[in-house]
């Protein structure tokens, strides 16, 4: 036997359940242009219909539904696409660091221009052939000097912005692994929340976009995997558990967020700039490998992202910290080191064995070639050529005529260093093999436009990838976009859905109010 | 696909973000007139448009070069043609005096005029031009011909070549060395030193300096090859710099085809990029679609 009262109660269930998809619509509308934020919906449930099977069941024809229940209020997301979102944001973030080191090189080498060391260069060899041909000529000796002296500092100038803009790269990373830090903190503690909410049978839909958001970014810097892990207790199926965030050290995973707590990145031979005891800044030397909460896991197992993009910008070390120096910019510096060493001591062989206008001879022109190491830094002109008639000009002595030795200074430009001696005009040779020279193949200028050419290279690579892997991502976020943003029409749809179906069950509740105010009121009354 | 309005809206700004790199792009290369700014955008064209650079620098200091070497012969040549005038003058002034008729008095302002001659040609051998002596090899800073106390002449033996790079690898020697143009030792200005002590000598006889005649033809003759020589030389430098000017035309083609825009193309991108671009503008201007909301009360 049916309650007299069911029907309002059905009603009442309807109004109840009705009102939260139209609060929960009202909450979609609001957040309709908030970033990370998926559309949440009301799981609607018929409530379990009278009678239950039992013994003492009432004998009516079937059973009654007894009205509408909410369910829970769920998420529309598809886990499958963050992760492939994560996948091609981390790329992306490697990529752009990588073109971006590219770039600042390549806006500091300025090549090809009217103004780079190649022009330069250019214009030192141009002075020595004017100077071929007027060897007896202040003027011509002054311009050499000059030159000379333009050569010199454009190395330095090269030398010095690219360690300056390699330094900054150092503070790019000690930047980004506090910010990596201090997301990977905000997930701990959003796990620590979710940990605590899960269990008494609620969804905590908000703390879940904010995690999501926090791991999308976090996947910028460092690619990572993701685990989920239930809670237990009274959890709802759909309750998605604490996160694991991890990455893989060979087959090891290294945690950086285990459940409640989280681990910080550093470097064990950094610095730590900003005095919150976690050394950030990588040390100058370059990176072997990183600390991550007590695990060392080295430079070539760091996987892609950001802060990888970053570090080989600045400088690794790929086989532990006996292997050389790799990177963008230390291979660079390393590379103009030997181009300044090559060219200065290949000159200054040529140069000891002319004679100048004053029948100086054995004199050198560039100084501060001691070691390859920090050449284009150190390399200078040497003190006896403040007197231009110290300027070897001339292949033999007493021949202020003699311009055959600025022919030979400016054929240095195109030896070969791949020779093991040369021999100039006027009997004059240079052993190449005895000067141990860094560079041993093409010329001083090929070996030069090949470092521009691989840069080049190297630029348009990372530029490439970055476009390639941001169109991916564009296109993984379409598809999530397409699942989690919120519609407005779609939104307006649902208000109306829900308005008319509450509206209905109001009428019910009318309808049925008259149906008793009939029995109660109306009945038994006939004749009165 | 479920498509709503922030997709859209996203979309667009993306689109027409891209479209303005292009417009940048293409407005970049027009205002630089090159197709690269920096090696990333065509390793390629960078690397060869260093390489050429510096093989224009190089061609265009040999320009340079060829000034020089004119200057160099041009002015040998104008010294030894004045060389030989005078040598012709004194030529004239022997076959007058050998003449047995000429009286002493006359033959005493030959004499006088044979060694002021021979003074000018000593000025000639001393031809400086700029700060160098162009006759006296490597020793530029010296003059080749030094008049001693005693009156009698010396030529310097600094005969060393000068050369002058004209092309890759290739040294043209620019200079006549001195004992080449004026004779070492007992050479022309001894002649000359002697014909005028003959002239101022009494007994000598007319037929004696007929023999002076041979001597000066042989000087002559010697001058002429020289000149020769340095005309020959003249005509190879001017082919050797036809080749240049054409090696110079060739380097700033192969510069400008590897790295200049060509105008016509760039300019007919950008147009075309605008009315992309205005049509994305005109595209986005649609895509905020009335809702729902506008048609509920």
């Known amino acids: ?528 | 696909m479920r498509i709503t309005q922030s997709m859209l809206a996203n979309n667009m700004l993306k689109q027409i973000t891209r479209s303005y790199e292009k417009l940048d792009q293409y407005q970049t290369q027009l205002s630089t007139g090159k197709k690269i700014t920096r090696p990333s955008d065509d390793p390629v064209v960078a690397m060869k448009g260093i390489a050429y650079r510096s093989n224009l620098a190089e061609v265009e200091q040999f320009k340079r070069n060829f000034s020089e070497a004119y200057n160099w012969v041009e002015n040998s040549d104008s010294a030894l043609d004045k060389a030989t005038q005078a040598l012709q003058r004194i030529r004239e002034l022997v076959v007058q005096a050998s003449n047995d008729t000429y009286e002493e008095t006359q033959r005493q302002a030959i004499a006088k005029e044979v060694r002021q001659l021979t003074e000018h040609l000593v000025t000639i051998a001393n031809t400086k031009v700029g700060d160098k002596y162009i006759f006296n090899g490597a020793q530029t800073t010296e003059p080749p011909v030094t008049v001693n106390a005693d009156g009698t002449i010396t030529v310097s033996t600094n005969d060393q070549q000068l050369n002058i790079e004209l092309a890759k690898g290739v040294y043209i020697p620019v200079n006549i060395p001195p004992s080449t143009a004026f004779g070492a030792g007992n050479g022309l200005f001894s002649d000359l030193q002697d014909l005028a002590a003959s002239l101022e000598n009494a007994s000598t006889t007319g037929d004696e300096l007929t023999g002076y005649l041979d001597k000066l033809d042989n000087h002559l003759t010697h001058l002429l090859g020289v000149r020769a020589e340095l005309g020959a030389r003249m005509n190879r430098i001017e082919l050797m710099e036809d080749r240049i000017d054409g090696q110079q035309v060739i380097a700033e083609k192969m510069l400008s085809d590897n790295e200049d825009v060509d105008l016509e193309k760039v300019i007919t991108d950008l147009k075309t990029q605008e009315s992309v671009h205005r049509a994305a503008l005109a595209v986005g201007a649609r895509i905020i679609q009335p809702t729902l909301v506008d048609f509920l009360r």
Do not use: C
């Open chain 1, 1 to 528: 036997m049916l309650s007299t009262f069911h029907g309002l109660e059905a009603a009442r269930r309807a109004m109840m359940a009705q009102q939260a998809a139209l609060y929960t619509t009202g909450h979609n509308i609001a957040n309709a242009n908030t970033e990370g934020y998926t559309r949440q919906r009301v799981q609607l449930e018929a409530t379990t219909p009278f009678p239950t099977p039992g013994l003492n069941r009432p004998n009516i024809p079937g059973q009654m539904g007894t009205g509408v229940e909410a369910a829970s209020v769920e998420r529309v997301r598809e886990y499958f696409l963050d992760i492939q979102y994560r996948g091609e944001n981390s790329k992306l973030g490697y990529w752009e660091a990588r073109a971006d080191a590219v770039a600042k090189m390549e806006d500091i080498m300025n090549e090809p221009s009217d103004s780079g060391l190649a022009k330069t260069m250019d214009q030192f060899w141009q002075a020595l052939q004017d100077l071929s041909t007027h060897p007896e000529n202040e003027g011509a000796r002054s311009v050499v000097r000059q030159r000379g002296l333009a050569v010199v500092e454009t190395f330095h100038y090269l030398s010095n912005s690219l360690t300056q803009i390699r330094t900054d790269i150092g503070t790019q990373i000690g930047v980004t692994v506090t910010k990596i830090n201090s997301i990977l903190d905000q997930i701990s503690k959003l796990n620590a929340q979710i940990a605590e909410i899960e269990p008494n049978g609620y969804l905590p839909n908000d703390l879940y976009d904010e995690r999501d958001r926090l791991v999308d970014e976090l996947s910028k810097f460092i690619d990572i995997q993701v685990e989920k892990h239930p809670v237990g207790g009274n959890a709802l199926p759909a309750a998605e558990g604490t996160y694991d965030v991890y990455i893989l050290n060979g087959n090891e995973k290294v945690y950086l967020v285990q459940g409640r707590t989280a681990s910080s990145i550093s470097f064990p031979d950094g610095s730590d700039v900003d005095d919150d005891g976690v050394r950030e800044t990588p040390p100058d030397t370059g990176v072997g490998a990183l600390d991550i909460g007590g695990t060392a896991v080295s430079f070539s197992n760091l996987p892609s992202g950001k802060l990888r993009g970053l570090i080989e910008g600045y400088g690794y070390y790929e086989n532990g910290a006996n292997g050389n120096v790799e990177g963008l910019y230390p291979e660079m510096l390393a590379n103009l080191d030997k181009l300044a060493y090559t060219f200065g001591t290949l000159f200054n062989a040529v140069h000891e064995q002319g004679y100048g206008l004053n029948g100086n001879t054995g004199l050198a022109f560039f100084s501060g070639l001691d070691q390859v190491n920090g050449a284009a830094k150190t390399i200078a002109l040497a003190s006896d050529i403040d007197d231009l008639d110290n300027i070897a000009a001339a292949t033999r002595d007493k021949e202020s005529g003699n311009g055959n030795n600025a022919i030979n200074l400016a054929n240095v430009r195109s030896l070969l260093l791949s020779n093991t001696t040369v021999s100039l005009q006027d009997g004059i040779s240079v052993d190449l093999a005895s000067l141990g020279l860094p560079l041993t193949s093409g010329t001083i200028e090929t070996n030069y436009q090949g470092w521009i050419g691989q840069l080049g290279v190297a630029g348009e690579q990372a530029n490439r990838m970055k476009s390639n892997s941001e169109t991916l991502r564009q296109s993984v976020e379409e598809r999530r976009q397409s699942v989690s943003a919120v519609s407005l029409d779609e939104e307006m749809m649902n208000m109306i859905k829900f308005q008319h179906a509450y509206n209905a069950a109001a009428r019910q509740i009318t309808a049925i109010d008259e149906m008793l105010d009939k029995i109660i009121n109306g009945m038994g009354v006939v004749g009165r």
